[in-house]
C-alpha cells in the first residue's frame, strides 16, 4: 500500500525483471483516507486514526496482505508539510505482527522521480525485513 508517494515505491520494486515472482501487487492510495475503498479497508476503524499512527499503518500494511494472498504486507505513507515530509513505514509479517517506523526527510529528499524517497523506504524496508529474519528460529 502506498499513500501519498504517487506509486513511486511500487514502482521502483517492479521495475527489475523478475520482481513479479515475489512483488504480489501494490494498491496507491490517495492521502484523502474517506476515498479509499471500504473493499480494501474492511470496516476501516484503523484509516481514521492520524497519519503515521501505529493502529494506521498496521491496518494498512494488514490491508495489503490480506488483499494480495502475501505472506507480508507492506505500507509507506507520505505527509508533506511545507518544509519536511514524514514517512511513515510498516510492515506486517506472516505471524501477523507489524512493525513501524517514522523516518522524518527534509525537503531535499523529494526530487524529481522521488529516488532518494525510494532509496530509503526500501534501505528501511531491508532492515526491517533483516530484522525480521534474525528473530525467527
Known sequence: ???????????SLTSEPGSSA????????PADSARWPQSITGDGSWQEEPPGSYTRLA???GAAQAAFGADWGFAVECA???SQVH????????DGNAV?????FVEDTVQ?????????VLRL????????TKELP
Open 22 to 29: 515475489f512483488f504480489t501487487g501494490s494498491l496507491i492510495l
Open 87 to 94: 514517512v511513515y513505514v510498516a510492515l506486517s509479517t506472516p
Open 80 to 82: 508533506p508539510t511545507a
Open 125 to 132: 524496508l531491508a532492515q526491517r525485513l533483516e530484522e525480521r
Open 112 to 120: 524529481p522521480g522521488a529516488e532518494r524517497l525510494v532509496e530509503c
Open 100 to 104: 513501524s517506523n517514522t523516518v522524518l
Open 59 to 61: 491496518g494498512l500494511a
Open 1 to 11: 500500500m502506498e499513500v501519498g508517494s504517487g506509486g513511486h515505491v511500487s514502482r
